[in-house]
């Protein structure tokens, strides 16, 4: 029974992990889709729905994107029916207004609350499944005020998403319940599992894809990612998602978030455009990632600043909101506005400047390939440059508000710059068809037929999408898997393909690290990236401390220091550990013992052991000489203290060895021996400093040392 | 541009991959397309046409499944056109002659040619991936010679498939062309990158699932899969892909090797019948393994069954083939099988024994949700025992298949197993939906309305394919992506996700190993399963060598032995290597010596410099003492022979710790030390013993010989 329940333990714990992010983000999405409405109005018998629930109710069957009467906006609630210039000015002043009050209630929150809630979580996610623990990261204040913060921030209207922070959420919830089996509450590792688990279930509930959610733990989140974990983050995900689809927060059947209905059709010729496309986006990415750090360590350097933060939230909200305000595509919801552009025109969409085709024929019954002919009524350019608009400000907004001290991500501000770029280049493409058609016939390279759609703007549209999210987080395969299940569209795996390569190939050429890293560097936490290869020629003895200008090792000899001496040694240095070896003049290894325990055991020996004075012998040996035959005070066992299997490697290991053996056991630190003695040691920090080093070319602190 | 040229060696490299295996699939599906269809007749005027390209050229486009002029069946080609029993007779004759012929032709191929290129090939490569060394197993003519009898077999209508084979052919491909870049044939560690990123590329090109072949490649067949090798896997498996895709074997623009057209629904209700599914496939699977086992195993000790393999693959065709002659679902080709028992009844189905029912209002304008009513023909009764017959039919012959001294994979054998048994539940849930209906008015508990379709026997036999490969292979997340983009179908991902978690629980509590593991057992491959824990209390010093009762550790000392000691240490032991230390009485480590590299050593200086005789003192140190100041013959250098970085561990070190780092990091042995002492060595082979001691619960060897 006992190995029975030991077993299930963590099928139960991701069990609740799953059912718990499901219903998270259930209540998330209603939250901020009621609050990002309440920018624009109130239901006014019912406050409580949103406007689509709101209009609903009304028994308007035919709602479509318009207003209902039961939907009142904030000019009509003061009776101002008439659209005036007053109405139009209440109107953008409840907006701004709403905008600004939600940003600046969730940064104080933030503040005052939960200082670890802000950002979208990923980049630390990634150092604490490395190994890096950041105490209360992951606890429960943390979960409450991300989760007010990001139903308030998301409604604001800033340029954020949710997506990011949804795995932070999950990962808090892996951990909170992590704490019920103490086999996971109690193993810093097994614990680990659990994560990897949650943030699978994170991106399963954000995104509606459990496998993406699967595939970016595994990619972009996990470090070590063992396949028994592959196998419970997909159970865990899987629950989430279908907790979710259970809650149906948008009252909708529908799985994936952007849903396609229609079959897309693309022709071998295309990728040539997509692979453009994939190019942008890693061009794209660049800048973003690079103007993002810029300004980013701008602001960590500037004492002005950083006195600041409330403010600069709701400066960057109110810039927002006041342009956003404009801008038809960027006044509406960002997910709304992703899957206008991913789709096509179709009957409903007469009103819609991007549809505005001349000739259409408006065919209700069906919808038919022969929807339009691709020539453009004036209304598609006006869509055009709102678009190009759109896309700029989006950047600009997008990188002053990535790091905001409010909870955001940028999946979703990134996936709208790719569809916006994507579905501006598919209409280029399809005027050129159709001008090519009109000047020489049927073209040959294209085969559809005249009259027929040929190019598919909105196929467009999710390939840009991927593009430039791949060319921001450098993700390759997950992203592909979450892209595609987002859709639901299959043939429409090779052209995104195609479009992340190339954003991944220019991205990296263009700005090494993705936006995880450059962030993770920017706030100098200890992540060695399991990305890359380092074919150094160095060897441990180069790297390893102490160096040949510094005083000796510090160690432990297992029988003959006094307890003063040892203690002596912690005061002066502050090392988390020290090597236990034979004798100095020998200096055999024969252990290790952290600074953490030889503290913890001379204070609690000093407390409880009266008759151990500062002359008592303190023995690491298995046995220790009768007090009597010594004289002197009595001893001290320390035996126990001892890790007696440390990791060793010998002076002569290739630092590429090393870092590899860092990377898959997950060390923290190695000796270094010749013929048994040992040398020195290797900590995470000095691989981390010799590879920084490395990679700026300045060979200065590592020459060789020890061995000629 | 020497840099440039080194990263980018390994993408022209998957780049050839990946278009080469493209190609191969291509020419291999289309050939066993045209040998497969010879069994039942040959095309009049061009012979080299399968039956369904002849039927095209004849310009019949109305050709669905039967005959046309053109094809002329074999009592044709004798004059005889009258439906006689010579008729039947003559048709069985060829039928059953040309599949011996094949599978006869194709053994007699791999017996002379290539031993290795019989069975999946999986197992091996999963082996060869854990880095297990067969010489050959991946060369060119392995590579012939399994892809004329992958054709021969497929064609045969043996119970196989060509999945399997297919990634070992993609990685022979792999194996090949990485001897054209250096870093990558001279290193066998590279090498298994380049196979990782071909067994992606041979799944994606079986089954036209790019992102499935990817996860298979992680999951399944590679042993550590860095992150950098996904990315490349990912590239050769889209390239791959898009060759098959412009070769079009099939003469079908689908990607998907059994695409779904229509949108399935299914209610939450019907997970319940979903995991059942799951849970059958789990002990079917456990049923076959344990069978195929038992029979492989039981030929391998039979001397009999050793000399007469030929005949043996000629029994068992001969029993298909005339069994199957006579049942229509197993005659058909069992990817035509299980895309008909995956697809729904349409108009052009009304010839189908499965699509007779009664009352069905035949449309053919479009097809309608309200295309039947579940009330059966007497067509589906015969089609369910036909069906039943099928199964049990197939489950007999893919034991006895499956292992066969010719080229066969079992992904399709199961697919089909699994698509049957799903179809059956779900026509039997058809009934009962019907009959509650009928009973009772609308049903509460199935969303659906009366004379609609409520449930969709196609989705349980997707369901049941997955479930029963899962059973068999125990795959997980990999499955789930292949059989979604087998089937391009979205909605079906919880599903299949419900049933392949359940197969796998069953699956594993029934018989433990995967047919593969089962496989790699049987055959004795050193490989250590990564997907287990091992929670041992165990530590190095009990199972390192030497034991307590054994002769102690053979060593090196860094100087003082001589050439004739050395030479006789060779002769009298065969160890693949010895520790070099300091010096027997101390016994400090100072590093490791090969065999081979010491053998070849001494050889050589006793070929090329005649002043080294059997007394000549070798010396493993930096600095060699003069020759004549020593005295004696002249000493012999082999200070470069030694691995001066040789992994250690302690003595103390836990078994789960030690097993760890020989996965993660590939070892092959490590050193066992206790402060700076050698004491021992670990093995692999070591490892292997002990784990399957643990798991036998017999103590016995590993008692405790060096620490107490």
Redesign the interface.
Known sequence: LGSAWDSGAGWLCVLMVGMAAGATAGVIDIGARWMSDLKNGICADRFWLDKEHCCWSDDKTLYKDDSCSAWTTWPEVFNIYEKSNLYYFLDFFFYVSWAMSMAGLAVVLVKVFAPYACGSGIPEIKCILSGFVIRGYLGKWTFIIKSVGLMLSTASGLSLGKEGPMVHLACCIGNIFSYLFPKYGMNEAKKREILSASAAAGVSVAFGA??GG?MFS??EASYYF???T??RS??CA?VA??ILR?VNPFGSDQ??LFHIDYMMKWT?IELIPFALLGVWGGILGSIFIWANIKWRSYCKNSAFLGRHNINEVLVVTAVTAVISYFNPYMRKNTSALIKQLFDRCGPDDVTSDLCDYRNRTITTSKVDDNYHTGIFGDGVETAIWQLIFALICKLIFTVFTFGLKVPCGLFIPSLAMGAISGRLLGITMEALTTSLQASGGQSEWMSCQIGKDCVYPGLYAMVGAAAVLGGVTRM??SL??IM??LT?S??F??PT??AV?FA?WVGDATHKQGVYEAHIQLNGYPFLN????YPYST??SQVMRPRRDEPELCVLTQDGMTLGEIEALLRDTDFNGYPVV?SRSSM????FCTRRDLQLALHSARKTQPYIVTASVVFFTPTVPDATSVGGPAPLRLRKLVD???????D???ME?II??FR??GLRHVLV?????VLGIITKKDILEFMRHQESGFPGSVANPNFN
Not at 673 to 677: A, F
């Open positions: 459990p496998i699967v595994l990619e063992p396949l028994k592959m196998w997909f159970f899987l998602g279908i259970i799985t994936s071998f390759t395969v592909v898997v595609f299940e639901g299959l043939e795996i090779v393909m195609v390569m991944k399991n990305k890359e290869e060897v441990a034979v055999y290894l024969t252990g007696l299997a440390p990791m060793t490697i010998t002569q290991m290739p060895t590899d053996m898959k056991l021996t010749r013929s048994g003695k």
